[in-house]
């Protein structure tokens, strides 16, 4: 996962998922989150699309995120070059781990990581 930088627009400093953000137009989804990846986290890697899924949140500025959100996985060894622009930090966790630090602590993390772990865990779990 990444802690996001500081000088996001929101949620800045908070743990969440590798990356995050919308297609160009006419863009595919696939290709976006290739695309984003390698912007936010400095690698490349094939990714495959795990599950949909909505989400709404009050976010820390007084802003209100409603979103249709995708969710891939892919696999990585190697180091992580992150944009600091994007991402503050970065840090595994294994699911057992991550499980009890989002219940312990839940302010650390964004509200959308929280809404999907629970179906990310349970592909997981059914993988290995």
């Given amino acids: 996962m990444q802690q996001r930088a500081p000088g996001k627009y929101h949620c800045g ?3 969440t998922n590798a ?3 919308h297609p160009f137009p006419g863009e595919a989804i696939e290709d976006a989150a290739v695309r984003r990846l390698k912007e936010e986290m ?3 890697t094939a990714v495959e699309k795990i599950f ?15 979103e249709f959100d995708h969710v891939f996985v ?4 190697g180091e992580i070059p992150f944009n600091p622009t ?14 009890v630090l989002v ?6 993390f964004t509200p959308w990581f929280k809404a999907a772990l629970p179906r990310v865990l349970d592909w997981w779990r059914k993988q290995h």
Avoid at 74 to 77: L, T
């Fill in 86 to 99: 994007e991402v503050m930090n970065t840090r595994y966790l294994a699911s057992g781990e991550l499980e």
């Fill in 52 to 66: 949909d899924f909505v989400y709404r949140a009050e976010l820390d500025n007084g802003l209100i995120e409603h």
């Fill in 103 to 108: 219940a312990k602590e839940p302010e650390l």
């Fill in 19 to 21: 990356c995050c953000s």
């Fill in 42 to 44: 400095g690698f490349q």
């Fill in 74 to 77: 892919g696999k990585y060894d």
């Fill in 13 to 15: 400093g908070l743990w």
